[in-house]
């Protein structure tokens, strides 16, 4: 299994320009999450869909920031336009759940796109 | 607002030493607590999960041990090794109808030879 895959790794733009970021859930999760990190607030939830649903987006900071899931093995975070302030870490996990996430289930994290927006 | 507290920030041990760190929350009620394990440039990895009628969980030299009445969990590490260098999160789970997670700002463990 090769985990969830995340691209790109490192993303470096500047001000203004439009950021995709790419996140393959593992195969059979049901759920996918969206998360970014900074050194000032930790890691916040973003964006969460079941079944290719969004689910809860109160996270999402801004208009700036959408999220899809076409399909149940692909999702992308975009910015557009894109700020200095976005700079951070944003990690993709996804969970087993089935009907409903169980409380329980694991989320498996991906290695994190860092980005950079100078 | 639901809130889960870490201490401390930060914590230097020897190899071989044990140590424990401090999590407190305010999430009520409660559903579940984990513990990750986030290596540098990584994304974080569960240690352990507890709901709250278990008070403690082991995962080989780690253990967690969760108070519910008090809303304090603890997660020991005994014989460090220099592969536990890391920042270890404590999280807890939303009262609210989904698997969505509240995240402490972690400790930063440093195991030094």
């Known amino acids: 299994d090769a985990g969830v895959i995340q691209s790109p790794r490192h993303e470096v733009t500047e001000m203004g320009q439009e950021v995709t970021l790419r996140c393959k859930p593992i195969s059979g999760h049901n759920s996918l999450f969206w998360y970014r990190q900074t050194m000032m607030r930790g890691l916040e939830l973003l964006i969460y869909f079941n079944n290719n649903v969004p689910i809860d987006d109160s996270g999402m900071p801004e208009d700036r920031f959408s999220a899809k899931m076409p399909n149940a093995s692909f999702s992308t975070l975009k910015i557009q336009p894109s700020e200095p302030r976005d700079s951070a870490v944003y990690f993709c996990a996804s969970s087993p759940s089935s009907r409903g996430p169980s409380r329980r289930d694991e989320q498996f994290f991906g290695p994190g796109t860092r980005l950079t927006v100078l | 607002k639901n809130q889960v507290e870490q201490s401390p920030q930060s914590l230097i041990i020897l190899e071989g030493k044990n140590c424990t760190l401090q999590?407190?929350?305010?999430?009520?009620?409660?559903?579940?607590l984990r513990w990750y394990k986030q290596d540098t440039g990584r994304g974080p990895v569960s240690l352990t999960i507890m709901t709250f009628s278990e008070n403690t969980k082991s995962n080989g030299r780690y253990t967690a041990t969760l108070d519910a009445d008090t809303k304090q969990s603890s997660l020991h590490i005994t014989a460090s090794q220099l592969s536990d260098s890391a920042s270890y999160i404590c999280?807890?789970?939303?009262?609210?109808?989904?698997?969505?997670?509240?995240f402490g700002a972690g400790t930063r463990l440093a195991v030094h030879p």
């Open positions: 999590c407190n929350y305010t999430v009520s009620p409660f559903s579940n």
């Open positions: 999280v807890v789970s939303d009262p609210g109808g989904y698997n969505k997670l509240i």
